[in-house]
């Protein structure tokens, strides 16, 4: 069973900077993607950033310039770095692992990050 835990989320300033990690436990077999997503109040859930076990990534355009997708394989850690954040950043951040050939997906609990002043 593959569980992912985050960390990272909590209250900053606007403009200030958060970094959250998702570390999974279990086993993987194939090539797998994660990636994070988020979600506001009353809106769906939206692809922010993934990045490939070969380390190719992808960028949401409204976070472009400002947040950063990386991973460290030895660790099973994936990294959201959040620069300038800005209040509508506001949101639980989901972290997510994609099985490519099973096609299954695994999600975190979630982790909360407010911008306010």
């Known amino acids: 069973q593959v569980q992912l835990v985050e960390s990272g989320g909590g209250l900053v300033q606007p403009g200030g900077s958060l970094r959250l990690s998702c570390a999974f436990s279990?086993?993987?077999?194939?090539?797998?993607?994660m990636g994070w997503y988020r979600q506001a109040p009353g809106k769906q859930r939206d692809m922010i950033a993934t990045?490939?076990?070969?380390?190719?990534?992808r960028t949401a355009d409204s976070v472009k310039g400002r947040f950063t997708i990386s991973r460290d394989n030895a660790k099973n850690t994936a990294y959201l770095q959040m620069n300038s954040l800005k209040p509508e950043d506001t949101a639980v951040y989901y972290c997510?692992?994609?099985?490519?050939?099973?096609?299954?997906?695994?999600w975190g609990q979630g982790t909360q990050v407010t911008v306010s002043s």
């Open positions: 997510n692992l994609n099985l490519l050939l099973q096609k299954e997906d695994y």
């Open positions: 279990g086993s993987i077999f194939g090539p797998y993607a």
């Open positions: 990045i490939t076990s070969g380390g190719v990534t």
